[in-house]
């Protein structure tokens, strides 16, 4: 079975920080591009970061670069995103997909059938 397992979601306050992780089974993970994505109450899907297979490359949305770190153990089967000085604007649900690892457009994300329930961040005092 195809599975993607996000945890680590929480609440946080501004400029707090928060370790999200997704396991995945029961498809190939190594040679698979990651990329992290979010969406928030009353907004569309928004790609966040992106990482190629081996995890020498990494790419980010502007609004989260110098402050999120998007990292894989591929021993583990596992995606990570490290989310420091989070802010309000930060609150939303978290899901990983087998997508980029560049930017992925939001047309490919309205589209994509997402494999996991997600976790939820929440940032507020």
């Known amino acids: 079975q195809v599975q993607l397992v996000e945890s680590g979601g929480g609440l946080a306050q501004p400029g707090g920080s928060l370790r999200l992780s997704c396991a995945a089974s029961?498809?190939?993970?190594?040679?698979?591009?990651m990329s992290w994505a979010r969406q928030a109450p009353g907004k569309g899907r928004e790609w966040v970061a992106g990482?190629?297979?081996?995890?020498?490359?990494?790419y980010y949305a502007d609004s989260v670069e110098d402050r999120f770190t998007i990292s894989r153990d591929n021993a583990k089967n596992t995606l990570y995103l490290q989310m420091n000085s989070l802010k309000p604007e930060d609150t939303a649900l978290y899901y990983c997909?087998?997508?980029?690892?560049?930017?992925?457009?939001?047309?490919?994300?309205?589209?994509?059938?997402?494999w996991g329930q997600g976790t939820q961040v929440t940032v507020s005092s």
């Open positions: 029961g498809f190939t993970f190594s040679p698979s591009a």
């Open positions: 990482i190629n297979s081996d995890g020498s490359a990494t």
């Open positions: 997909a087998p997508l980029g690892p560049r930017k992925v457009p939001i047309t490919t994300l309205a589209n994509f059938v997402l």
